[in-house]
């Protein structure tokens, strides 16, 4: 399963994204995340990020592809991922295609978020993480009012607060979805790839919505290695098989002592002469005894008549 969460931020992509990846057990790439993480680590690229993450706006495109190019390369996402926050605009987009085709791996489906911006704001203002797993909270949530710590790991940390999500930020972050994330909407609707959810509403809810809409994606990427594994079975008609061709005993000893196994004792190499010398012996004292008689007949007619 390949699939592409896309909405306005705040929408909700990632508190779904971490319930997709327990119920479907692929990962979720959240590049929003990963960049954070290049921050904290206080990488190269994460210096470079840093300036347009803080002023709510994109990093190149050049930082974000090549982030995701090699995470498409890991092993974990064979079977299929969950992409959080990437493709933001028609030029990602076009990347990732072409990153796609190359492997003959294409998308499943991609799920647009639908809320309300009154909604995004107030979503934002109250969003806060867990700097142990990751797991996203809302304070206010009904499930979850005025959380402060996280309930979900054994460490049980204070739950932080993204430096972006503040409402001067959030201001610019919606401002650049409109411009340049939106279009990727008919993009995706042109390919028939795209899929609507009601994103308001609890959490729960919003996942069964979510679950319902990607069904027919799901069952389509299931099936998809079942037939490939068919498809298989059939253009290869299965080889006969040769048999085995007996081994063949590698020494004398060997052979004799395979066939006293099997009760027939080789003959001493004294009889086995006699027996290969006996049908030639024996036509020599044949033909002697028929020389002698004929030598006596010729003897007797020659012999002078009396009388
Ligand atoms: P997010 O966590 O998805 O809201 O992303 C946080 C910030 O990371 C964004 O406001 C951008 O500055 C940056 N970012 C995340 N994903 C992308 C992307 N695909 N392209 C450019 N910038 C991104």
């Known amino acids: 399963m390949r699939i592409v969460l896309l909405g306005a931020p705040g929408s909700g992509k990632g508190t779904q ?8 057990g692929v990962p979720q790439i959240s590049t929003g995340d990963l960049l954070r993480s290049a921050v904290a680590r206080g990488t190269p690229l994460g210096l470079k990020a840093t300036a347009a993450m803080d002023a709510g706006a994109l990093v190149s495109d050049e930082i974000v592809i090549a982030i995701i190019r090699e995470r498409l390369g890991q092993m974990d996402v064979a079977g299929g991922y969950i992409l959080d926050g990437f493709p933001r605009n028609l030029a990602q987009a076009r990347s990732l295609a072409s990153m796609l085709a190359a492997i003959g791996q294409p998308l499943d489906a991609v799920v647009l978020f639908n809320v309300d911006y009154g909604e995004i704001t107030r ?5 806060r993480t867990c700097p142990n797993c990751g797991t996203i909270y809302n304070v206010h949530d009904a499930a979850t009012p005025g959380i402060t710590h ?11 607060q993204r430096p972006d999500d503040n409402e001067q930020t959030v201001t610019r972050r919606l401002a650049v979805y409109d411009e340049q994330t939106r279009p990727l909407i008919e993009h995706y609707r042109a390919q028939g790839l795209l899929r609507s959810v009601d994103a308001e509403g609890p959490v729960d809810e919003v996942t069964a919505r979510l679950i319902a809409v990607l069904a027919p994606a799901t069952a389509a990427s299931r099936s998809a290695p079942m037939r490939k594994a068919k498809a298989k079975t059939k253009a290869k008609p299965k080889a006969k098989r040769k048999p ?37 012996r024996k036509a020599t004292r044949t033909s002697v005894r028929k020389t002698a008689r004929k030598k006596a007949r010729k003897g007797s007619r020659k012999s002078p008549r009396r009388g």
């Open 17 to 24: 994204a971490q319930r997709l990846v327990a119920r479907f």
């Open 123 to 127: 979503r934002i203002s109250g969003r």
């Open 150 to 160: 996280c309930t979900s790991c054994a460490a049980g940390p204070a739950l932080t």
């Open 244 to 280: 085995k061709p007996k081994p063949k005993p590698k020494t004398k000893a060997k052979a004799k002592a395979k066939a006293k196994a099997r009760g027939k004792a080789r003959p001493k190499a004294k009889q086995r002469a006699k027996a290969r010398l006996a049908p030639a």
